[in-house]
């Protein structure tokens, strides 16, 4: 390339000089603060049962708040296009699907089976799971976890392990589930606050950072790192660090969905506009810390 130099510019060799000590150091910090700040797009959705009282406005109030997509309850394969199109009204789609089942009960691949089905007629890529197993082993419910992996990748299909004792307690737990089933459509749903509610002397972020290789699904929801404590404020009033915790899903180059839940304080009675309002001020906090879709 040449450079055409103004008669009162530097020597040539100055200016190459110039360009090569400063222009890589410009992009280096450029890419530092984009990484530190910037999602790289996921998919953002709200979950509709973060509605509570509000559940008749949640399609309208959701799209309102610009979101895309929703995180829902498993639909009976019967009511597909029927959801489709109340979706579509707001226009909406789902990002994840809830699954049920309960991992004691012998029929539960074949539940799961049936939903997973349901998620590929709807175009729905990832399931949260709460893998629940009242009356059997751990590892007879991870046998079965392994069935119905097989079952999601006939589907298209990844199911979050929910972070739930006793297989996703926290990260360290998270973990030695996914080594168990060893199966790549059995990941994990990492849920930030759960990890203060279940366990003391840790945080989301370092329980995030053992076990961001899994995570599958994410969900942001804010706690007061209390144990046990059944409070979860709108994101960005509470404490635990979601931009610390953003910014290891953006340095691991998560691609997955991000799903914002509120659930408010025990004890607290909220109405239909206060619980609106929180969710129309969790999300423009959240994009205040990065792009999403």
């Known amino acids: 390339m040449k450079l055409r130099l103004m008669s009162v510019a530097l020597p040539a060799l100055a200016v190459m000089l110039a360009i090569a ?12 603060c984009c990484a530190a700040t910037k999602a790289p797009g996921n998919m953002l959705a709200i979950r509709l049962a973060s509605y509570y009282d509000a559940r008749p406005d949640a399609l309208e109030h959701a799209a309102a708040c610009g979101f895309k997509y929703v995180f829902m309850n498993i639909i009976e394969p019967d009511k597909v296009e029927e959801v489709r199109g109340k979706l579509a009204e ?16 012998p029929g539960c691949v074949d539940e799961m089976a049936t939903q997973l089905a349901t998620c590929q007629k709807m175009g729905v890529r990832y399931m949260f799971l709460s893998p629940k197993h009242k009356t059997v082993s751990k590892a007879v419910a991870i046998e079965r976890l392994k069935k119905i992996g097989d079952v999601a990748k006939k589907h298209n299909v990844t199911i979050g392990l929910e972070t739930h004792p006793d297989l996703g307690t926290n990260g360290d737990i998270h973990v030695a589930t996914m080594k168990a089933i060893d199966h790549p459509n059995i990941r994990v749903n990492y849920d930030c606050a759960n990890i203060t509610y279940y366990n003391e002397g840790t945080d989301a972020v370092t329980e995030l950072n053992k076990c961001i290789d899994y995570v599958g699904t994410f969900e942001f929801k804010d706690h007061d790192c209390k144990l046990e404590s059944w409070c979860f404020p709108t994101l960005g009033e509470g404490k635990v660090d979601i931009p610390a915790v953003l910014k290891v899903l953006v340095d691991h180059g998560y691609r997955g969905p991000i799903t ?7 004890g607290v009675k909220r109405s239909a506009e206060e619980v609106k309002k929180e969710i129309s001020d969790s999300a423009k906090y959240i994009r205040s810390l990065g792009k999403f879709d």
Not at 95 to 102: K, P
């Open 21 to 32: 000590f400063t222009a890589p150091t410009t992009a280096v910090a450029a890419k530092k």
């Open 90 to 105: 707001h226009g909406l789609k789902v990002a994840v699907f809830r699954g049920d089942t309960d991992l004691s009960r």
């Open 260 to 266: 914002l839940e509120i659930e408010g304080t025990k």
